[in-house]
């Protein structure tokens, strides 16, 4: 599920956060049994839709599924279905537990007995295993620690194309998110399930409400220095300063990691700024059909009349630190034009010139292609013209243009998205 940042008043579509962390964790060496399939209760050859489902429930190791006489002095391998297995296992007296799934494997989990999660591949080696010979057994060492490729986005955080807008990229920005130590309460056992008595003021959690509270944090820092600055010069200052993140590791791109990896310390003194104010805001919403009444409910007015805005210029008709083109034909070359204006912030005498990235298949043209400024708070407007051909069955095609001046490097995402890929 995705959640909201809320560094504009506007509702527009959500930030998504996120950012994968290694975890360390340790555990004694406990000798264990597996035990088969037939730990289900009833018998183990289903005969009836009932022996179906009881045997279902028994595969995710659910409360009442399973034979407690099989169970007891056991190591359990149960497919993930919802989370407390691991309660129901331990309330039968199981030593331990293999949880079968595909999400949630590079998260470190808080379990009530021994256990690990593996994906379906090493599942099935566990299952196959399990079925060869009358004895099964295994053992659970102490957790080691690996080193892995970071930062990357976690496997269950959402990605793009932004379902409420073709013309907006959504996620922004990605931050810290995965096994991050947090404040806890000791008035409620760790993992919240039945039989648990661990207990502490510090925890491991993961998702968005750990990712958010970074990007919080660094728009604190950012106004701290710049206490007049909006909060979309804000926005701006952390996407264009964010460390870029790479495809090699995250397949979707910037549909996973937007802009890219977090750097407060850089978006203190970002250079340029894609700043707005709220009309600006209703300008794009006019722009993307919402009608008056809705508008006026976000904006806490009357209903807006579209009609007597100006409209805005350009494919997105917003000053946005991103560009999305949306392919608006699988056959023909789809074109579009980006208006964009920047805000200087940096030193008040500041040349910066362009520099194009744009992938196979794609043209993308600047004009002009250098800005000038003599003073601070002075601002350049500028189109960026992008012409695709038809991609085929690629979902996404990544490319950029960079605002580069003798001290300052201001990046802004463009991508090319298929809406006709599957």
Known sequence: MSRKICNDRLPLPSLLLYLVFASVSAANDFYIVFVRDDAVSGRSTLQTHLNVLASLKGRYCLENSMDPRKVKGKL??????????????????GIGIFLESEVFL???QIYMAPATMVNSSTGKKINDY??????????????VEIKVPAPFVASFSSRGPNSGSQNLLKPDITA?????????????????????????????MSGTSMACPHVGGAAAYVKSFHPTWSPAAIKSALMTTAKQMSSKVDKDAEFAYGSGHLDPTRAVDPGLVYDMNDLSYIQFLCHEGYDGASIGSLVGQGTVN????????GVDAINYPTMQLALKS???????????????????VSVYNATIKAPAGVEIAVKPA????????????????VKAKPMNNVLTLSGSITWKSSRHSVRSPIVIY?????
């Not at 359990?76 to 007296?93: E, F, N, P, R």
């Not at 003599?374 to 350049?380: G, I, T, Y």
């Open 330 to 348: 699988n056959k023909e070359p789809t074109a579009g034009v980006f208006r964009r204006r920047v805000t200087n912030v940096g030193p008040n």
């Open 106 to 108: 590079d998260a470190a």
């Open 176 to 204: 810290p998110g995965i096994d991050i130590l947090a404040a806890y309460t000791p008035l409620k056992s760790l993992t919240g399930l039945k039989g648990d008595t661990q207990y502490s003021k510090f925890t491991f």
């Open 130 to 143: 399990m079925h060869s010979t009358k004895s099964p057994s295994a053992a659970i060492h102490k957790t």
């Open 370 to 385: 250098t800005l000038s400024f003599s003073k601070a708070a002075r601002s350049r407007s500028f189109k960026v013209v």
């Open 418 to 422: 298929n809406p006709w890929a599957n």
């Open 76 to 93: 359990i391998y149960c497919k993930l279905g919802s989370w407390g297995a691991d309660s129901v296992v331990k309330g039968l007296g």
């Open 306 to 313: 579209c009609s007597k805005l100006l409209p805005s210029n």
